[in-house]
């Protein structure tokens, strides 16, 4: 018999054909949360941020109520990279449902486990969020069984303890997760007439693209950071990990575009005219 300290953790068991769970908000409510990003993660100084920071330390913006100082002038005062990232809402899952409310100040015993759950919690954020979508496509319906339990698995580990979330190995979990987004990714670029492109991590830093017909393209994992993407077409195009930092999306069409997240849409620039998907929100810096 293994040694019960041996296990690896396991979520509840999921039915045969598990039902579409609630899913938490798969969006960031800094109301809820105890600042855990102006704490846990580090940042070095750049473009980005205006000064060095260690993980585990208080950004020197944040106020004892938990909310930035500076929030309403990030930009302008040099911390542009706070405006781009997004915890997919695992920033009030971890303080609201994995530590119950107890926040870092009054309860300093829970920081450690509380910041080391953060990156963990916001990867399995992500990973709904891409499921949640994929349910959505109907040219995915093939893989809906497949998708529902993986869906369902990984909501469940969003509920576990920090313990549990501290012995996942979510890595795992993303390489079995990114082989049903990639089937997917298939299926429904597979409905766009032509010949797609296929730029799969490709360089394409400062790529002069203006008015391309990128549909259905494959840009997983792309660089297309500085690149010239106005009146671009990228209707189903697969954006999974594409780089859009500084990217000029003024006038393109990424309605329908695959995967594509609010962090990459806050990271390039764009205007109120850019066609983006109806779950996503236009940045407040684009003009």
Same mark, same amino acid.
């Given at each position: 018999?293994?040694?019960?300290?041996?296990?690896?953790?396991?979520?509840?068991?999921?039915?045969?054909?598990?039902?579409?769970?609630?899913?938490?908000?798969?969006?960031?409510?800094?109301?809820?949360?105890?600042?855990?990003?102006?704490?846990?993660?580090?940042?070095?100084?750049?473009?980005?941020?205006?000064?060095?920071?260690?993980?585990?330390?208080?950004?020197?913006?944040?106020?004892?109520?938990?909310?930035?100082?500076?929030?309403?002038?990030?930009?302008?005062?040099?911390?542009?990279?706070?405006?781009?990232?997004?915890?997919?809402?695992?920033?009030?899952?971890?303080?609201?449902?994995?530590?119950?409310?107890?926040?870092?100040?009054?309860?300093?015993?829970?920081?450690?486990?509380?910041?080391?759950?953060?990156?963990?919690?916001?990867?399995?954020?992500?990973?709904?969020?891409?499921?949640?979508?994929?349910?959505?496509?109907?040219?995915?319906?093939?893989?809906?069984?497949?998708?529902?339990?993986?869906?369902?698995?990984?909501?469940?580990?969003?509920?576990?303890?920090?313990?549990?979330?501290?012995?996942?190995?979510?890595?795992?979990?993303?390489?079995?997760?990114?082989?049903?987004?990639?089937?997917?990714?298939?299926?429904?670029?597979?409905?766009?007439?032509?010949?797609?492109?296929?730029?799969? *991590? $490709?360089? %394409?830093?400062?790529?002069? +693209?203006?008015?391309? #017909?990128?549909?259905? @393209?494959? =840009? !997983? &994992?792309?660089? /297309?950071?500085?690149?010239?993407?106005? *009146? $671009?077409? %990228?209707?189903?195009?697969? +954006?999974?990990?594409? #780089?859009?930092?500084? @990217?000029? =999306? !003024? &006038?393109?069409? /990424?309605?329908?575009?695959?995967?594509?997240?609010?962090?990459?849409?806050?990271?390039?620039?764009?205007?109120?005219?850019?066609?983006?998907?109806?779950?996503?929100?236009?940045?407040?810096?684009?003009?």
């Amino acid at each position: 018999m293994d040694d019960v300290s041996t296990r690896r953790p396991r979520p509840p068991a999921v039915p045969a054909l598990p039902a579409v769970p609630a899913l938490p908000v798969l969006q960031a409510d800094c109301s809820s949360c105890f600042a855990l990003c102006c704490v846990a993660l580090p940042f070095a100084k750049s473009s980005d941020f205006a000064m060095n920071k260690p993980a585990g330390t208080p950004c020197k913006n944040l106020r004892e109520d938990f909310r930035c100082g500076i929030h309403t002038r990030l930009r302008d005062s040099g911390f542009q990279g706070c405006t781009v990232f997004d915890c997919f809402g695992a920033g009030q899952q971890v303080s609201q449902v994995t530590f119950g409310g107890r926040d870092w100040r009054t309860h300093p015993e829970t920081r450690a486990e509380m910041f080391d759950a953060l990156p963990v919690m916001r990867q399995l954020h992500e990973l709904l969020f891409y499921v949640a979508e994929a349910l959505t496509l109907p040219a995915a319906a093939p893989l809906h069984p497949r998708l529902r339990h993986a869906l369902a698995e990984t909501e469940q580990w969003t509920r576990a303890d920090a313990a549990a979330l501290a012995a996942l190995d979510v890595g795992a979990l993303r390489q079995k997760i990114n082989t049903l987004l990639l089937k997917t990714s298939e299926l429904a670029r597979a409905e766009v007439p032509g010949r797609k492109k296929n730029h799969r *991590g $490709a360089d %394409l830093m400062g790529a002069r +693209l203006s008015g391309a #017909d990128l549909r259905g @393209a494959n =840009l !997983r &994992g792309s660089y /297309l950071i500085a690149a010239d993407l106005i *009146g $671009a077409d %990228l209707r189903t195009a697969d +954006l999974i990990g594409a #780089d859009f930092r500084d @990217a000029d =999306l !003024r &006038g393109a069409d /990424l309605r329908q575009a695959l995967f594509l997240t609010q962090p990459q849409l806050n990271a390039a620039r764009g205007t109120p005219a850019t066609r983006i998907p109806p779950h996503l929100t236009h940045p407040a810096h684009w003009a």
